[in-house]
């Protein structure tokens, strides 16, 4: 007796359909989280270049026992400087420490102080000249951070505004330190 059943060498016109499909819902589905991730990384990206130029000013003053800056490089959207005045008589005699880069298109970083001109000033014993606060937003996003900094030096990172009371930015609620 001869076996008259053919062998099946592939897909069936419907299963491939059916892949095709499912494939199209995963992708619908996952590729706004792939751009909400994206932008979320943008945001914790910028925060933490912030902090860590705040950190750094803070730990070079108490160390070199002098005054160190952070501020613009322009405006704050060019990205920023650590640095210092070696000579308060000579306003052009600034050092640089450390230059840190524009942050990613679409990223915006505003800072809240009484200080002008509106940089952040730390001082010999690590606290600043005034409280300050930044609000750092990326376009597109619902999520923002704000990195509030306190008379004593003490920076944070939060996930609320600012606002406009300097006294909440010494001790912001729902901040972690």
Same mark, same amino acid.
């Given at each position: ?21 499912v494939v199209a819902i995963v992708l619908a589905v996952g590729i706004p989280s792939i751009a909400q991730m994206k #932008? ?5 990206? /910028?925060?933490?270049?912030? /902090? ?11 160390? #070199?026992?002098? +005054?160190?800056?952070?501020? =613009? #490089?322009?405006?704050?959207? +060019? ?23 524009? =942050?990613p298109k679409g990223a915006a970083v505003a800072i809240k102080t009484a200080a002008v001109p509106a940089i952040v ?6 606290? /600043? ?5 930044? +609000? %750092?937003?990326?376009?597109?996003? =619902? ?5 509030? %900094?306190?008379?004593?030096? #003490? ?23």
């Open positions: 007796m001869q076996n008259t059943q053919k062998q099946s060498a592939g897909f069936t016109l419907v299963e491939l359909m059916v892949t095709i499909v #932008r979320s990384s943008e945001l914790t990206t /910028v925060t933490n270049e912030l /902090v860590t130029a705040l950190n750094m000013a803070r730990s070079e003053a108490v160390r #070199r026992g002098a +005054d160190v800056q952070v501020g =613009p #490089r322009g405006t704050w959207a +060019d990205g920023w400087n650590v640095g210092a005045n070696l000579d308060d008589a000579d306003p052009d005699n600034w050092v640089v420490y450390r230059e840190f880069q524009a =942050p000033n730390f001082e010999a014993i690590g606290n /600043v000249s005034a409280v300050a606060c930044f +609000d %750092i937003t990326v376009a597109n996003s =619902p999520t923002l951070r704000s990195v509030p %900094i306190a008379l004593a030096g #003490r920076i944070s990172t939060c996930n609320v505004v600012c606002g406009n009371n300097a006294n909440l930015w010494a001790n912001p609620p729902g901040c972690s330190h």
